[in-house]
């Protein structure tokens, strides 16, 4: 089902003949571990699980042995996959991945020792298709945080589909399988090596069937594939086995899954149409921005993408094809980095209670020159509502209720002119009120949550008050892994309570 | 065992200092320099003395084209430009300077690797490697794994596979690459003393033997100062400023 599509010549699905890997067995040692069991017999490689020689104590990782399939006398081309993920696999880090060990090189044994990640991929789920709308958006947003966090590291994947995706025992996302990934950072193996495009069928982006490698949004289109899986049971552009037939999603657009799912609701379809956009400047931009929505549906802006219920007309679609005959895609050498830079979360935490008019201002016009700067960026206005470390049913009675509108909107009220300055089009503006008892708690969960890049804040005027109840500003500084900006008012602007009409006489 | 491989220091002490004691922190211990020791910088007879040196410590070293030049002295068919430089450095040098530039060969092989200052299909044409057909042309002359070559002042790493295909990369300064054995590799560690694509950092690459590894280092020097030096000697003034925004 999920055929790779490589040159037929490289043999990449060769059976026979594969002479070093038939020499390995249980009880074999290679450099300083020893083979225990085989536990899978893949396409181009081989998985066993083992154990270090000379290991210390009972703290150590499980750890498989991933052995490429080499067939004898043949093109020595069928390994480069291998020898790309035996490129990145150790530039990566983090949870998101498992923990390179080791690897051998192909002048001995070729091998990588990695991190054994226990458990299924995400395979197996496809069958189970179409899932609890609850589980398609965990998944989405698990995928797309691990997903941005690669992207972070300078890497493309280009193979994310279910099978390359599992899961710790936390709900951590875990991606596998860089056998045609592309980092920056490195020379990429695979561009020259081959004449077709390289991914898997079903969730190749159309810049990939136009030879595009760099592009992290191609990530996303492949994330949008496999919710749209999830979500309708169905594949948005069946499983092609030719160029020709890859080359359709160039111009078909897929049926809307409310069409083949009624209560799919209408912001989720409008994330999966816009992931799955032919144009990557018509998706998210980022990973983590997808993430953003499918935490916070309520605050998307939806389009007509939401609302549509069949796929483009007769003429539309000639329109497209007509267009995409010998099309080439753009011919722009962006980086993976310059993409995630252009296309940051900035996060304001607006104290709307508590501070003063001259710092509200300020704060206001520090994030719109913020926000000014990047033309991709998000903003998400961020307010607190303190509540009671006890007694949190309060927050449901009516009171609460008015209390969390009545902020809301005094929220998007602060944001207005910012919204009206740089005319904040499609989603690009969030607004979130959160309910917690510790103030600068909330602010960073809530950073970490959503990948926020940049934090900006203002800082509470009065020292005295400062020293009375701590300052959130600091503890935010001191706690978080991003970057924090801290706005002052102006001198002069806190002292004057006249010029603050109805705001308590402290700063944020 | 880490290696340094430094490439077109032509002239320039201030940035060659720098290199020097970059790779020296980053434990180089080996170093094998590319030729084009002179020609355009203000220091010949201090880079020339230095590469003596360490030469004499055990560093292979291979003529340029510009040393061969300075060797020879200038010739009619020369740009007036090119004569004037080359008059000028020969008149810095001393007897022993230039013997020691007349003494350097060619090419230098060391295990499975090839040193040599432009290509291995012909060291003493200087022909440009200046695509992917000209890498492979001099990687496809040679038995060695690893060719590293000066004369192109950019630096760029080429690969040839088993297959006959080749990749280029711009790499990224400080990222180590690796350089497994089974392919063949083509190492322009871009010029120490005098940069060319546009960041005026001195180029260098050092290759760590114990973790088959790569890394091209970029190194930000006092480019004022050999600009003012270069402006002082009278040499041509586009020999400073263009130290200066790395063109």
Excluded at chain 1, 222 to 246: C, I, K, N, Q
Excluded at chain 1, 315 to 330: I, M, S, Y
Excluded at chain 1, 355 to 380: D, F, H, N, S, Y
Excluded at chain 1, 484 to 502: C, I, L, S
């Amino acid at each position: 089902m999920e055929s790779k599509l490589y040159s037929p010549s490289l043999g990449y699905t060769g059976q026979n003949g594969d002479n070093p890997v038939n020499t390995l067995k249980p009880g074999s040692i290679v450099d300083r571990f020893e083979l225990l069991e085989k536990l899978h017999v893949g396409g181009m490689a081989h998985i066993w699980k083992v154990q270090e020689v000379n290991h210390q104590g009972d703290s150590r990782l499980p750890l498989i042995m991933k052995v490429p399939r080499i067939k004898g006398g043949e093109d020595p081309a069928t390994i480069v996959g291998f020898e790309v993920e035996m490129m990145i696999l150790p530039m990566l880090r983090g949870r998101h991945v498992p923990q390179f060990i080791a690897k051998g090189d192909f002048t001995r044994q070729p091998y990588i020792v990695m991190e054994r990640i226990e458990g299924h991929s995400l395979r197996p789920r496809l069958d189970d298709a179409p899932l609890a709308l609850d589980e398609v958006i965990e998944i989405g947003s698990r995928v797309a945080t691990a997903v941005h966090d690669l992207h972070r590291q300078n890497l493309v994947h280009l193979d994310i589909k279910p099978s390359n995706i599992m899961f710790r025992d936390d709900g951590t996302a875990v991606l596998v399988d860089f056998g045609l990934s592309r980092h920056d950072h490195l020379p990429d193996l695979l561009d020259e090596e081959f004449t077709l495009p390289m991914g898997t069928g079903p969730y190749m982006s159309p810049e990939q069937v136009q030879f595009v490698r760099n592009d992290p949004r191609s990530d996303l289109f492949a994330l949008g594939v496999m919710l749209y899986h999830f979500t309708t049971g169905e594949r948005p552009f069946g499983a092609p086995d030719s160029v020709r037939g890859l080359r359709r999603r160039l111009y078909i657009d897929p049926v809307p899954p409310r069409s083949l799912r009624p209560d799919c609701p209408p912001w989720l379809q409008e994330v999966i149409l816009r992931c799955l956009e032919v144009q990557p400047e018509r998706r998210y931009q980022t990973a983590a921005q997808l993430a953003l929505d499918l935490q916070d549906p309520g605050q998307m802006t939806l389009t007509r993408r939401a609302e549509k219920l069949q796929k483009s007309g007769m003429l539309k679609t000639f329109k497209r094809w007509f267009f995409a005959l010998g099309a080439e895609p753009a011919n722009e050498r962006i980086k993976v980095a310059e993409q995630l830079e252009r296309s940051p979360i900035v996060m304001a935490a607006v104290d709307i209670d508590n501070a003063t008019t001259a710092l509200l201002q300020q704060l206001r016009e520090t994030v719109r020159r913020i926000v000014l700067t990047e033309p991709g960026a998000r903003l998400a206005c961020v307010s607190v509502m303190k509540i009671a470390r006890i007694g949190v049913d309060e927050l449901v009675d009516a009171d609460g209720r008015s209390k969390h509108v009545k902020q809301l909107v005094a929220l998007k009220h602060w944001a207005r002119p910012i919204s009206k300055a740089l005319d904040l089009g499609e989603g690009r503006l969030t607004f979130h009120v959160l309910e917690a008892p510790d103030v600068a708690d909330a602010l960073l969960e809530f950073s970490q949550r959503n990948q926020v890049d940049h934090i900006v804040m203002g800082a509470r005027a009065s020292s005295s008050l400062r020293r009375l109840l701590g300052s959130v500003s600091s503890q935010v500084v001191a706690q978080a892994d991003r970057t924090v900006t801290v706005v002052r008012a102006p001198e002069g602007g806190d002292a004057a309570p006249a010029a603050a009409p109805g705001a308590a006489p402290h700063g944020g | 065992m880490k290696t340094a491989f430094l490439s077109d220091l032509h002239a320039n002490r201030e940035a060659v200092e720098s290199v020097l004691e970059h790779a020296r922190a980053q434990g180089a211990q080996r170093w094998v320099l590319l030729g084009d020791f002179v020609g355009y910088g203000a220091d010949p007879a201090w880079v020339v003395d230095q590469v003596r040196a360490l030469v004499r410590q055990g560093a292979m070293a291979v003529m340029g084209n510009h040393d061969q030049a300075v060797v020879r002295g200038s010739a009619p068919g020369m740009r007036p430009e090119a004569r004037f430089v080359i008059d000028w450095t020969r008149a810095q040098l001393d007897a022993n300077q230039l013997d020691f530039l007349a003494s350097l060969p060619m090419q230098q092989q060391h295990g499975d690797q090839l040193y040599v200052h432009a290509n291995a299909w012909a060291p003493g044409g200087w022909d440009y490697i200046q695509s992917r057909g000209d890498a492979v042309r001099s990687l496809q002359a040679t038995e060695a794994r690893y060719t590293f070559c000066g004369h192109m002042h950019e630096p760029k790493l080429f690969n040839l596979s088993g297959t006959g295909k080749a990749g280029d990369f711009v790499p990224t300064p400080g990222v180590p690459i690796p350089v497994p054995p089974h392919r063949q590799w083509l190492i322009i560690p871009g010029s120490a003393g005098q940069p060319r694509d546009g960041n005026p950092a001195a180029c260098y690459a050092l290759l760590d033997e114990a973790t088959g590894t790569l890394t091209f280092q970029r190194v930000p020097y006092d480019h004022e100062t050999a600009g003012a030096k270069i402006r002082a000697a009278d040499l041509p003034q586009r020999l400073a400023s263009r130290l200066e925004d790395g063109h």
